[in-house]
């Protein structure tokens, strides 16, 4: 896919039968992979999404790298999860982006005030 989406279906690692998404900041360097469980969770200790231990979310915002490439006078849409922005993206909604969770970062506030500005 234009994302990159893989399945790692390897023995051993942090993301092991998972939906592997990789993590770009807005220069297009590749800062982290998330890990989405596909289907039912298999009990309850499961985690849903898994990211590597020392990344911070609240730094980056996913899809940045492309959205902030469309015109300044495009709106542009914040979303929550990887994949309701990959959805956008591919309904032709080009400037989106997520927070990877529910909550904005002062951080993510500034990257979207400010894309060129780190």
Known sequence: TAFGLGFFKGEKGLMVGRIVIPIRNVKSELV???GRWPGELPDENTPKYKLPPN?????ELFNGDRAF???ADKPLII???????IKLHQHGWRK???L?????????EELI???CGR
Not at 55 to 59: A, I, R
């Open 69 to 71: 490439k469309e015109p």
């Open 79 to 85: 979303v929550e999860g990887f994949f309701d922005a």
């Open 100 to 108: 990877m969770g529910s909550t904005m970062s002062a951080a993510q």
């Open 32 to 34: 982290a992979y998330a």
């Open 96 to 98: 989106v982006v997520s």
């Open 55 to 59: 990344f911070k979310k609240s730094l």
């Open 113 to 115: 005030r400010h894309p």
